[in-house]
């Protein structure tokens, strides 16, 4: 029995509009994975499909050899977390009432959390550095602090899969680096899967070990990092021309691109001062 996603087929529409278009994938565990591509190429519509918030039209999706359909909501909640793009909450809940939601999935009917969740919150907001602001309300915290406050939430969830949409987004790159060190982590020392969607093609080049680009709906191209990461494949998936080069202090493939225009000139005459 195969572990992982088995994505077979896929097709997802808006009304009359395909935004999925036939994908078939295989995302086997214990790897980080990077969707990338342009706006509106299927990004999010493909996590949320993995979540199951949304159904495909056509085609389906198995995890663990099993339809993903057939998990309750229940059990889904314990092999899967998402850090969403965006979260909103109007209730006034403080920063520790909103990860400790995360544990909720492992809670009985009707019961508190438990020393052992408690110590889970606990540990995870140390390491997301929010364990200063445990009794903030959730209402009066910035884009930035929401959003280290809910990649906690997913990783006091503790699943063996994590999604991340956009989910540094907002976030500075000290805590980008903290945050996806965390899931980074998770895979390589624990054999978790961590699926990201990136708009940030040097961020999913860094931290990722394959990469998968969209165009239109459909995957353009999948493998490793340093196999799919090219200049051809980024004129074909961005029509943009770029340089791709390896960094050896990052350790890491990066991607520059070549200014177009005015912008091209505005170093010029500046480069023996530098």
Not at 90 to 111: A, E, I, K, L, Q
Not at 184 to 191: D, F, I
């Amino acid at each position: 029995m195969n572990s992982g996603f088995e994505l077979d087929g896929l097709a997802f529409f808006f009304a009359d509009k395909r935004v999925i278009d036939d994908v078939s994938l295989y995302l086997e565990p214990g790897k980080f994975y990077g969707v990338v591509g342009p706006n509106g190429c299927g990004k999010t519509t493909m996590v949320e499909l993995l979540c199951r918030f949304r159904e495909p039209r056509r085609g389906g999706i198995r995890y663990n050899g099993r339809a993903l359909a057939a998990y309750s909501k229940k059990q889904l909640a314990r092999e899967i977390a998402l850090v969403p793009q965006n979260f909103y909450i109007n209730f006034p809940f403080t920063v520790c009432d909103v990860v400790m939601m995360g544990r909720y999935p492992y809670m009985p009917r009707f019961s508190g959390p438990s020393r052992r969740d408690s110590e889970i919150v606990s540990s995870v907001m140390e390491k997301a550095d929010i364990d200063g602001m445990a009794g903030r309300f959730i209402t009066e915290l910035s884009g930035g602090e929401r959003q280290r406050v809910v990649f906690a939430r997913a990783l006091a969830q503790d699943t063996p899969v994590l999604i991340l949409d956009e989910a540094t987004s907002n976030l500075d790159i000290g805590h980008v680096v903290r945050l996806l060190g965390l899931a980074a982590l998770r895979v390589h020392a624990e054999g978790k899967t961590v699926i990201g969607v990136f708009q940030d093609i040097n961020q999913a080049a860094a931290w990722c070990d394959q990469l998968i680009f969209m165009s239109g709906g459909r995957i353009a191209a999948f493998g490793k990092t340093s196999k799919v990461l090219t200049a051809e494949t980024m004129r074909t998936v961005f029509g943009v021309n770029a340089k791709v080069y390896f960094e050896s202090f990052s350790d890491s493939f990066q991607v520059a691109y070549k200014p177009e225009g005015a912008k091209s000139q505005r170093f010029k005459g500046l480069e023996g001062n530098a």
